[in-house]
């Protein structure tokens, strides 16, 4: 079975840090590009950062940058958000994808992530 499942959400205080977690089994996890995206309250999905197979390339949308670090551990089949200096804004859910191609894209069930004092 095909899973993927996101830990390490909570409440953090302004400021604070998180290590998102995501999680993969049932495929090859070293063959897919992971992405986060993340979900605000009333609003729309949007983008968070992205992160090649191999790891050697990484990408982060500009209000993160400089303060979340997307990583992985193939062996481990796992990838990871670190998230510091969070703000108020950073409020959501947390989803990761693993994409090989537009239809071969799997996702997980989310984590939230709640940033308030």
């Known amino acids: 079975e095909v899973q993927l499942v996101e830990s390490g959400g909570g409440m953090v205080q302004p400021g604070g840090s998180l290590r998102l977690a995501c999680t993969a089994s049932?495929?090859?996890?070293?063959?897919?590009?992971m992405t986060w995206i993340r979900q605000a309250p009333g609003k729309g999905p949007e983008w968070v950062s992205a992160?090649?197979?191999?790891?050697?390339?990484?990408y982060y949308r500009e209000s993160v940058k400089g303060r979340f670090t997307i990583s992985r551990d193939n062996a481990a089949n796992t990838g990871y958000l670190q998230m510091n200096s969070l703000k108020p804004e950073d409020t959501g859910v947390y989803y990761c994808?693993?994409?090989?191609?537009?239809?071969?894209?799997?996702w997980g069930k989310g984590t939230l992530v709640t940033v308030s004092s």
């Open positions: 994808n693993a994409e090989r191609s537009p239809t071969l894209n799997f």
């Open positions: 992160i090649h197979t191999d790891g050697g390339r990484t």
């Open positions: 049932g495929f090859r996890f070293s063959d897919y590009d």
